[in-house]
């Protein structure tokens, strides 16, 4: 058996992450997001502030027998007010009434934050710490502190942010969390803020950290806290929250089990953390980061046609870890720099046996020159290239046709929000259906219409919609007459995919740009079932 260190994580997404500009759950939003997390395999889920947020505390009782298989959840909030007794503090109540098993509470170890923020002497900061500990812990919580701003604390004001750390440890707190609150601090003041932690409480056992990213340093910081001696770290999944954001676990999970060689989730899952970054991306409704380590769309993409080749031949030549490790994949871009080795490696998921001499992969190599010289890209738009490459192999058919559309736009307009009409006839299978609809905008109305007339035919479009619609002017020279380049990204919530069209009318190259991404969703899913 084993006998690795096991590093502790606590996700706060649902509280920390809460804070984050644009970052909104609802209830539905907030279980969903709990049972992706448990089932990821973290340890805590500190779901959220039931003091300062009925929402947070209707959370709780409704989840109060959520039945989860690997993760607990936790209640968070402060210490108790000054001057007032912890059986007496509304907020600590509420946390009580969460009836979690854990609870987070947070106080203050940097002294500027006790005599000018909460306006208390440095003392009753110290019973406030000691007090409201000994008050959860004989109610039979399992209490995570919070040193909120300890290393800023530590800076300014060493003897009395370690003596908040004491105070902690003493009343029994089993987690003792140093925070970087402003996220400024720099991975040698995290080392330093740990070590010195760990000569006065005798242990790291209990030791944690709990950074920001505000310098650009969260992961290197958090990373150094564990190397210093943590075995508890906190963060967001997706690294978003207050101001620029908490340290992002999903890349902090895979550092510490494959570089640092120490244990944070069940054997197996860690192949699942690009699936539950997304679908709580999807949930959040936000863009994971393209170039976001090892979870991100470009993490593992490669352009050059000397990096593709020697991908081909040895995989660490420019990779630091097999993709699929964290669930991810390799995607070779398809461009004119990209080379013959790339095309061939998107030929051989129709046809396994191709080569980059093949005459197939000559043929689309030059097709690929051509119609980026007349403006499509297909770098981004690997949907739209795997329909290019089918019709070269002879292994596309087309699943419906467009007989005749029509959009048409109005300002002012008495509906607010429906400046746009759409009017769509399809052919399927030698069946014509019409049908319209009303939008914000053109893309938009054309966009319904044209689902709305095919879900007769493929109720499964009931499940896609656009995540993303980018427009680019190719030539500006030429002003309004100009080719516009349109690409489009969908999703059914499980996979996400984009397409491209160009031409000098917008609502046609998005036009080609939604029927590619419709075809795409319908041709995998029939490849699929088969």
Known sequence: ????????????????????????????????????????????????????????????????????????????????????????????????????????????????????????????????????????KERGRLVIYDAEHFFDGLTANRQYALSTLKAAFSAGADRIVLCDTNGGSFSDAITAGVTVAI??????????????????????????????????????????????????????????????????????????????????????????PDAMPYIGAS??????????????????????????????????????????????ERVRKFTPDVTKDNPVVIRLAAKLKQLEAEGWQFEGADASFEKIVRQELGKYQSLFTIAAYRVVSEHPTPDAGAYSHAWVKVLVDGLYEIAAAEGGGPVNALDTALRRALKRFYPELEQVRLTDYKVRVIDGRVATAAKVRVLIESTDSMNTWTTVGVSTDIIDASRAALVDSIEYKLITDIENDT
């Open 299 to 344: 993490a593992f993409s490669h352009k050059a046609g000397m990096h593709t080749d020697g991908i081909l031949k040895t995989r660490r030549s420019f990779e630091h870890i097999d993709p699929s490790t964290v669930g991810n994949r390799r995607q070779f871009l398809i461009s004119e720099v990209g080379g013959r080795a790339a095309i061939a």
């Open 1 to 136: 058996m084993s006998r690795k260190k096991k590093i502790e994580i606590l996700d706060t997404t649902l509280r920390d992450g809460t804070q984050g500009k644009g970052i909104n759950f609802s209830v539905q939003d907030k279980t969903a997001t709990v049972r992706a997390l448990d089932e990821l395999g973290v340890q805590w889920i500190e779901a959220g502030n039931p003091g300062s947020n009925p929402k947070d505390l209707e959370f709780f009782v409704l989840t109060q027998n959520l039945k989860l298989e690997n993760a607990k959840l936790a209640a968070f909030g402060s210490t108790r007010k000054k001057g007032v007794k912890p059986t007496q503090d509304a907020q600590l109540q509420s946390l009580l009434l969460a009836e979690t098993p854990a609870v987070v509470v947070f106080g203050k170890s940097w002294d500027l934050h006790v005599t000018e923020i909460i306006r208390a002497s440095l003392e009753e900061n110290l019973a406030m710490i000691t007090e409201t500990i000994a008050f959860l």
């Open 199 to 288: 000569q006065i409480l005798g242990s790291a056992d209990r030791l944690g950290v709990h950074v920001h990213d505000d310098c650009g340093m969260a992961t290197a910081n958090t990373i150094a806290a564990v190397q210093a001696g943590c075995s508890h770290i906190q963060g967001t999944l997706l690294g978003f929250g207050e101001r620029c954001g908490n340290a992002a676990l999903a890349e902090i999970i895979p550092n510490i089990e494959l570089k640092l060689g120490l244990h944070c989730l069940p054997h197996g899952k860690l192949e699942t953390l690009y699936g539950t970054a997304w679908k709580i991306a999807e949930i959040a409704n936000v863009a994971v």
